[in-house]
């Protein structure tokens, strides 16, 4: 059985920066695509990340030279650098493992908390 | 980017009925759509993929169509566990948005 589970949220000052960190457990990263989706507070989903290895990642425009991806292999555990963030990132932040036909978001964490407020 | 439309964005419905949720997507997608379950204080839950692929142990009333731009979501015989927000996504560009989700409720 596949799992992931976040860590790293909490309460940080407007400018700041926090780790998130997704560990994943049942399979090995190397080789998986890794998603992160956030939900800010009563809002939908919004898709924010994908890493496809350890040098690779995509990100959506709103986060894109903030926030960075890095994995930890030797751990099977992914990071998510949020840097310089704004009220407007609060939210909760999921990790996800990318599947195969149609690259769909199969297993999902419980999702991690970030509020950003002063 | 690639806009997702849900409609409707809140439905009622009693345990029973016949739900379908719509996505229109802005561009043809090419079947890349998938959707999610989600209930309150809980992670989203893949239910199909790659437009009308039941993932493995979701119940076989919940189905879906659709290609290029058009797709839609079924649930047939509505129980009491399906009252939920429901969310398509897209998956042929990124980023993989996705649409703004439709809230099942009890009528």
């Known amino acids: 059985e596949v799992q992931l589970e976040e860590s790293g949220g909490g309460l940080i000052q407007p400018g700041g920066s926090l780790r998130l960190s997704c560990a994943v457990s049942?399979?090995?990263?190397?080789?998986?695509?890794i998603a992160w989706v956030r939900q800010a507070p009563g809002k939908g989903l919004e898709w924010v990340s994908i890493?496809?290895?350890?040098?690779?990642?995509d990100y959506a425009a709103s986060v894109k030279g903030r926030f960075t991806v890095s994995r930890d292999t030797p751990r099977n555990t992914v990071h998510f650098h949020l840097a310089t963030l704004r009220d407007e990132d609060t939210a909760v932040y999921y990790c996800?493992?990318?599947?195969?036909?149609?690259?769909?978001?199969?297993?999902w964490g419980q999702g991690t908390r970030v509020i950003v407020a002063s | 980017d690639i806009q997702l439309t849900q409609s409707p964005s809140s439905q009622s419905a009693s345990v029973g009925d016949r739900v379908t949720i719509t996505c229109r997507a802005g561009q043809n997608i090419h079947g890349y759509l998938n959707w999610y379950q989600q209930k309150p204080g809980s992670a989203p839950k893949l239910l199909i993929s790659?437009?009308?692929s039941l993932k493995s142990g979701v119940p076989s009333r919940f189905s879906a169509f659709g290609s290029g731009t058009d797709f839609s979501l079924t649930i047939s015989n509505l129980q009491p566990e399906d009252f939920a927000t429901y969310y398509c996504?897209?998956?042929?560009?990124?980023?993989?948005?996705f649409g703004g989700g439709t809230k099942v409720d009890m009528k």
């Open positions: 890493s496809y290895s350890a040098d690779s990642a």
């Open positions: 049942g399979l090995s990263i190397t080789n998986k695509y």
């Open positions: 790659a437009a009308s």
């Open positions: 996504q897209q998956s042929y560009s990124t980023p993989y948005t």
């Open positions: 996800a493992r990318v599947g195969g036909l149609g690259l769909p978001l199969d297993d």
